[in-house]
Structures are given as structure tokens and as C-alpha cells.
């Protein structure tokens, strides 16, 4: 009789589950990879003695002999020792079978220990990890959203343990929302995504918290130029805790610095927290609660232009695995997200006022069936209700003579409902296949639709994979966006007055080791967009979602190569892409097709790490990047009003985004030493934030206040050394 082998993959210290080990029976072909919960399972395993071998990176590789009895199921714990070493991982032809099955078109998992490593500004930083990687952009140094492979930030499904997050970074860009200390595992899919995520046209980014140690309490505190950060997790019941919070005092440090009274600095700030409980309850079943709270301030004042924001987030999420049998394993999640923000200002005499919330109530469950070591099925039920709010005043004048003004509001609410099923199916050593449908309902609109996947891997040569992707994929949420400003995100459903987002995903992909630790690997892809959206600029009185936008179609396409060395004292990657966005709206350009503010024609990425020894680490990244797009302007207009002393300057647009900025580019340097302080890890962080002090233009704007209007550019930041501690007890 067949059995199961199953359980659960973890530290051998904390006890933290760990995401996506490899675990495999030695002298088979059978194998698994552990799930976001730490969980595995490799049915249809015959009675007698085996060797499971375990490994995950930087950590040393676990074997162990196990018996499966004639009475099927074994259920196991599996301690993992870590290791001080990256990368000395052993590779196996059950894990080259697993692989093959779960395809992975598009999808990039960065390992924690590896991450730890990229640091700007003394922080190691999800989001800067992320954009090092070709295809995911960002409009400038000071951008909160990332754009990938030509879709807009509204267009990326960002998850924390279950929660949607609305806004996942703080204002300057290269400071995630994400406190590294707290995530325990980052999962980003550039495009072509499984049936189990919907509800975004372009991309998915998974991040899962720690649990917590289960051993002893343990805290980090770190401190640097820019922010200081602290956490502590420990033992609590059958299970962890964990929380930690970090906050930037970058808006005194740019405070002492000279600034220039045309082209002065902004003033910024944040702070997060996150923090999570988890509990054991048995073997079968764990559940945890988890938080997040976020909150960014920003100001700029120069001639002619003043303007302030604020943003938040706040998210909490509860989850129960349960696992029903060895090969039926199960997850509810729980969740509510609210985002805020604010935005005011003056440019020229003409005053803006902008606030806007958004309120996610979310439950979805999750079936995962590893029915055969070839099929894998997964399926589940996600519902949504939603509470939306937008009020806008507009005007001119100022608040001694506030002239005219107009006020728009906007309180909507909704729910969503979603069905999904996807197999996973290994037709042979070298042919995989994935097929998924999701179906999507919204009630106030009265609106079903269908989403199919399908996804296909084959291995011409030991060393060389094919893939491709295809898929459809709607979504409900809208992004109003400032032109200038392009990380001020104002969110709105798809009401009945305009139609669902949709694109349609088109992938190709070559998957090669050409050398020993290397990888390098080619995405071709091809994105049809249809019912995009573009603000109404000069609307004030918006009373439905039509009102507030234009809607359009457009496309997205573009190839991306990748050269990666993950073993040796030296490690990294090169990354470059090459795409081309472009979008039409009947009423926006004269109806012409144009490029949108973030198309970014070439994009290069070079990171690298150089260990040392034990105690020095050195680092460096380098990007360079297409000039951002931004709209001109051809002529001038005057006017004014009888007893009015003053006038009124404006001046006429060119072609929409029709121009563009210089090009961008940034090299950083960092070096990291390890040592003790009164027998505690002490580690010591030099970073060089803008070696050559290029100060690159974050956008372009024509000052009225003058005779003549003059074309102003406000910069971004120039070089920034920093030093940080973190010291562990």
C-alpha cells in the first residue's frame, strides 16, 4: 500500500517554518517544495526505508532515514542547523522534478538571507531588491509604486500574510513599508500568474511575516543616519510573538544640510510597525493574527509651488491552517486594510485639495490537494466588501483672497466575489502543464467575467527550459494618480458607469545555466491593456467614476535578460530590459496614442556582493534608466478680470508625455563589518547613498509666477553617506 509522506520544514532554533526548502527521497524521483505555511507533502510513496533529504538556502542540508509502514502516512517535523555559508545547496534530480512541475514563468523568490545583504542608506529594503530586477521600475528615485513590465502601480496585488496593502512603500522610494526584520519570505510574480490571485492586470507581490522564535526571546535594535529600527520576538503558549517598528528622522538630517533656496530639499518622514501571534494548536492545526500599521508625511515649498501629503496604512489579517490528511492541506484567512491619504497645496495661485480612503473587508479559503506526485490541485472562494471615499477642493486665490472654489465627493460602497481552480501536472520527466480559471463577480456593476490561465514548461536539455504563459485578467480598482506626482494614489472601484480593467498576458521564456552558479534567463512578453484609465484633470464635480477618468486601451511589450551568480565569494546579477508602453483615449492628446508619464525605454541593473571573510562585506548597485516622460508646452495665455490687480498665466500643453527627462542613473556603495560588542552581534553598516551626487530631476514644472514663465526642475537627492548599527541580543 502506498503512503504519504508529509509535515513541516523549519530552524532548528526559532522554529520559524521555512518557505520553499526542497525536500526530496533519495535514489527516487520524488520530491516537494514547501508552501507559504512551511508545509510538504509527496504522496504515493511506496512501504520500505528511505533517505529524506531536505535543503534550503543558507542552510546546511538536512538527511534523515525514515520507514514507510504499510499503514501509509508519516508526518514529520524537519529541524534545519543554518549555515554561515550562501549557496551550498545540494542539488538533486528530485529537485530538478519539482521544479519542473511548478513551472514558474515570471515568478522570482528572493531568499531572506540573500536579501539581507542589498542595503541603501544603511536599511536592507524589499523595494530597492525589487527594482534591481529588470522589468520592475519606478517613475523616479522618489516613486512609491512600482511599475512592471508596463503596468501601473494600481495594477500590482501586494499581500501581507493574506492582507492587501495599498500603499507598500514610504515616500522616498528607496524605502520599502516593508521592515525587513519582520518578513520572512518575498514572492514576486512579474506577470502570467496563477488562477489563486486576482483582481490586478499586471503583477503579484506575496510577503509573509515571521511567526516568531519559539525558543527564547531574542531583539534586534539598529540605528543609522536616516532611521533607527527595533524588534523582539519570543515564546508565548504553544507558539510565537513578533513585533518591530522602525522611524526615519531623514526630514532633520536634510534640515542641517545647505540647501539651495531655487532647488531646495523636501521634507519627509515616516514610521511602521508590524507585529504578529502565532499558536499551535495540535498537529493539524496553527493560528495566527498579524498587524500593520504605516504612516508618511511630505512637504516641499519653493517659488511658485507648496504642497503637502499625508498616507497610511492599517491592516490586520487572522489565518487557520488546518491539514484535513497527509494530502489535503488547508487555509482561512480573515483580513481588513484601510488606506488613507491627504493631499493640499498651492501651484501658482491655483489651490488643491485631495483625501481619499479605502476600507477592505476580505475572507478566502484555500483547498491544496497533492493528489499524485504528478498533480498538484488547488482551488478556494475570496469575497470582498469595500468602502471607498473621495473629496476634492479646487481652486484660486489663496486664503486671503481664496477667489473660486469647488468641491466633488464620492462614497461608494461594494463587494466581490471570486471562485478559483488550478492543477499543476507533470506529463512527463520534460513536460509540465498548469491550467487555472477564475470567475469574478461585482455586484454593484452586475458584472461576472472569467478568468482562464495556462502555463507550459519544457526541458530541451539538462541545462536549458522553454516556458510560456498565457492569461486573462480583470480588475476592479482604479488608480487616480496627479500627474506630478505620481505616489499619491487615490483609489476607486469599478462603479456601473465604466467598464472592468482587463489584460491579456502573452509569455516567453528561456530558462539557461550556462556555467557552473550561473543562471541567465530571457522573458519575451506582450500585455494588451483594455479599459485603462487616465485622470480628468480639470474635473471638480465628479458624482460616478466616469467622471473622474478617462477610459482607453493600450499595450505593453518588451524583452528582459537576466545573468545571475548565486555561489562564490563574489555574487549577483545583471539585469537589463527593454520596453515599450503605450496607451490611447479618445478625449486625452486628440485622441493620438501616446506613452505613458512612466514608460522607460532602457533599464540596466548591476548588483554585487564581495565577502571578504567572516567579519567584511562589500557591496555595490548601479541602475541606469530612460529619462520619465513629462508634457511640454507650446505657447502662453494672459488674462484677468475687471478689478482683479493681478492675472492669470497659463500655458498650453504639447503632446501628452510627449518629452522626455534626462536619463537617470545611480551608483551605490556599501560595506558591512561584523564584530561583538560585550559578547553580543554587532554588525556595522557604511553606506554611500548617490556616489557621484547626481541629483536627478524628479519632475518639470512651468512657474506662471514670473513675466515670462520659467521651466523649473525640482531634484531629488544628492549624495548621502550614512552609518548604522544593529546590534542583536
Known amino acids: 500500500m502506498d503512503g504519504v509522506v508529509s509535515g513541516f520544514v523549519q530552524d532548528s532554533i526559532t522554529k520559524e517554518t521555512l518557505v520553499g526548502a526542497t525536500v526530496s527521497l533519495v535514489g527516487t524521483r520524488l520530491g516537494s517544495i514547501t508552501n507559504k505555511s512551511g508545509f510538504f507533502s509527496i504522496p504515493k510513496v511506496a512501504t520500505g526505508k528511505y533517505t529524506l533529504r531536505v535543503s534550503y538556502v543558507s542552510y546546511k542540508t538536512n538527511e534523515l532515514p525514515i520507514v514507510v509502514e504499510e499503514t501509509g502516512s508519516l508526518s514529520l517535523r524537519v529541524l534545519m542547523v543554518a549555515s554561515s555559508v550562501m549557496g551550498n545547496e545540494v542539488t538533486v534530480q528530485a529537485d530538478r522534478i519539482d521544479e519542473r512541475r511548478q513551472i514558474n514563468v515570471s515568478r522570482v523568490n528572493i531568499p531572506m538571507a540573500q536579501l539581507s545583504q542589498i542595503r541603501i542608506g544603511g536599511e536592507a529594503d524589499i523595494f530597492r531588491a525589487l527594482q534591481m530586477l529588470p522589468g520592475v521600475l519606478t517613475s523616479s528615485q522618489i516613486s512609491s509604486g512600482l511599475y512592471i513590465r508596463g503596468g501601473s502601480p494600481d495594477q500590482n496585488l501586494v499581500l501581507l500574510d493574506g492582507m492587501t496593502v495599498y500603499n507598500p512603500t514610504h515616500l522616498f522610494g528607496f524605502i520599502s513599508a516593508f521592515n525587513n526584520d519582520a518578513v520572512k519570505d518575498v514572492e514576486l510574480l512579474k506577470g502570467g500568474f496563477p488562477a489563486e490571485y486576482g483582481g490586478r492586470m499586471s503583477a503579484v507581490l506575496n510577503v509573509t511575516q515571521k511567526d516568531g522564535n519559539q525558543d527564547h526571546v531574542e531583539g534586534l535594535v539598529g540605528v543609522g543616519l536616516i532611521s533607527s529600527r527595533a524588534s523582539a520576538q519570543g515564546p508565548i503558549g504553544n507558539g510565537s510573538w513578533f513585533i518591530g517598528g522602525r522611524r526615519t528622522y531623514l526630514d532633520l538630517l536634510l534640515g542641517l544640510l545647505p540647501s539651495d533656496p531655487e532647488s531646495p530639499f523636501p521634507s519627509f518622514n515616516f514610521y511602521d510597525v508590524n507585529a504578529k501571534i502565532t499558536q499551535n494548536f495540535g498537529p493539524y492545526d496553527k493560528v495566527s493574527i498579524s498587524g500593520f500599521l504605516t504612516s508618511d508625511a511630505l512637504g516641499l515649498e519653493q517659488p511658485g509651488l507648496l504642497f503637502e501629503i499625508g498616507i497610511g496604512n492599517k491592516a490586520t489579517s487572522a489565518r487557520w491552517s488546518h491539514i484535513f490528511s497527509p494530502d489535503l492541506f488547508s487555509v482561512f484567512t480573515v483580513s481588513a486594510s484601510n488606506y488613507r491619504n491627504g493631499f493640499n497645496g498651492n501651484n501658482s495661485g491655483f489651490r488643491f485639495e485631495i483625501s481619499n480612503s479605502i476600507t477592505d473587508y476580505t475572507i478566502k479559503s484555500e483547498l491544496e490537494w497533492f493528489a499524485t506526485n504528478k498533480l498538484t490541485i488547488k482551488g478556494g472562494y475570496e469575497g470582498n466588501l469595500f468602502n471607498f471615499t473621495y473629496a476634492q477642493t479646487t481652486g484660486s486665490g489663496d486664503e486671503s483672497s481664496p477667489g473660486q472654489s469647488s468641491t466633488s465627493l464620492l462614497n461608494i460602497w461594494d463587494n466581490l466575489h471570486n471562485l ?272 557621484y551626487s547626481r541629483r536627478d530631476i524628479w519632475f518639470r514644472y512651468y512657474d506662471t509666477t514670473k513675466p515670462l514663465p520659467e521651466v523649473t526642475d525640482v531634484r531629488l537627492l544628492p549624495i548621502l553617506p550614512t552609518i548604522s548599527f544593529e546590534l542583536k541580543f
Do not use: C
Not at 496627479?482 to 499619491?488: E, K
Not at 500585455?527 to 473622474?548: D, P, Y
Not at 559578547?679 to 547613498?689: E, G, H, N, S
Open 420 to 691: 478559483f481552480a488550478q492543477g499543476n501536472y507533470l506529463a512527463t520527466e520534460d513536460v509540465s502543464v498548469q491550467f487555472g480559471l477564475r470567475s469574478n463577480y461585482w455586484s454593484k456593476s452586475n458584472l461576472l467575467t472569467f478568468d482562464p490561465r495556462a502555463a507550459v514548461r519544457v526541458q530541451l536539455t539538462e541545462d536549458i527550459a522553454i516556458k510560456g504563459a498565457w492569461g486573462i485578467f480583470h480588475q476592479y480598482l482604479r488608480l487616480a494618480a496627479a500627474p506630478d506626482f505620481s505616489f499619491f494614489d487615490t483609489w476607486l472601484p469599478t462603479d456601473n458607469t465604466v467598464p472592468a480593467g482587463r489584460s491579456d498576458h502573452y509569455i516567453f521564456a528561456i530558462e539557461t545555466k550556462p556555467w557552473d552558479g550561473f543562471n541567465f534567463n530571457v522573458d519575451v512578453y506582450y500585455k494588451s491593456l483594455f479599459n485603462i484609465n487616465e485622470l480628468r484633470q480639470n474635473q471638480t464635480r465628479a458624482s460616478s467614476v466616469a467622471e473622474v477618468f478617462y477610459v482607453g486601451n493600450g499595450h505593453a511589450y518588451g524583452l528582459e535578460f537576466f545573468l545571475q551568480k548565486k555561489m562564490g565569494k563574489l555574487t549577483g546579477w545583471i539585469g537589463y530590459g527593454l520596453g515599450w508602453v503605450n496607451a490611447r483615449f479618445d478625449s486625452v492628446n486628440r485622441g493620438e496614442e501616446f506613452r505613458p508619464k512612466y514608460d522607460r525605454r532602457h533599464d540596466v541593473k548591476v548588483n554585487a556582493l564581495f565577502t571578504l571573510d567572516e567579519r567584511w562585506d562589500l557591496g555595490a548597485s548601479f541602475i541606469f534608466q530612460s529619462g520619465q516622460s513629462y508634457t511640454g508646452a507650446t505657447s502662453q495665455l494672459m488674462g484677468g478680470a475687471p478689478g482683479w490687480d493681478g492675472g492669470l498665466v497659463m500655458v498650453n500643453p504639447s503632446q501628452r508625455w510627449g518629452l522626455r527627462l534626462p536619463a537617470s542613473h545611480q551608483l551605490n556603495l556599501n560595506v558591512n563589518y561584523k564584530t561583538t560588542i560585550f559578547d553580543l552581534p554587532l554588525r556595522i553598516f557604511l553606506d554611500i547613498y548617490n556616489v
